[in-house]
């Protein structure tokens, strides 16, 4: 019998930040969110997988404090002309605004090239809501995800309807 997860998600939609902010800055200053490069060798304090994440052609942008990853958001394509922003910062990291720095420069990118970004957030998750709105995206509507998991660690299966 699998075991499983469920919640309540928020689903932002990107709708372009204003033209004087850029990845959460204002216009002229320089970006903090970098291309992450495998081949760089900084530690990564997130619990994302990155190298996994980048061999599977996801883009991927990070945040460098301290010769490591504290920072990142990832993009993975789900249908069409859209894509899901995967967004996490590191313990001792938050609260600086380098999840929504990572955000507003992978949603500006994907924008530009005619992709509509996504950002979900758990329903409890206020700080991610919050840097969800500050890198541009607006509420868009709500899903309840449900993810079932069999006994082995290698498989996830996973349900998620969207409400929008």
Known sequence: MPTGDCGS???FRYNGAPD???NGRPAGEAC???PFDPSAGFDNLT???LDYMYSLGQRILVVIRDNAVVSAAAASPCGGDRAELSVETADGY???GYASACA???ARM????GVTALYLAQEDNPASHAAARKAGFGEAGGMYQLVCRKKTKRRKFRFRKFLV
């Open 94 to 96: 938050t609260g600086r």
């Open 20 to 22: 004087t902010i850029y």
């Open 9 to 11: 998600m928020r689903i």
């Open 110 to 113: 994907l924008h530009e090239e």
């Open 47 to 49: 619990t994302f997988d």
């Open 32 to 34: 903090e969110a970098v």
């Open 104 to 106: 507003a420069a992978l």
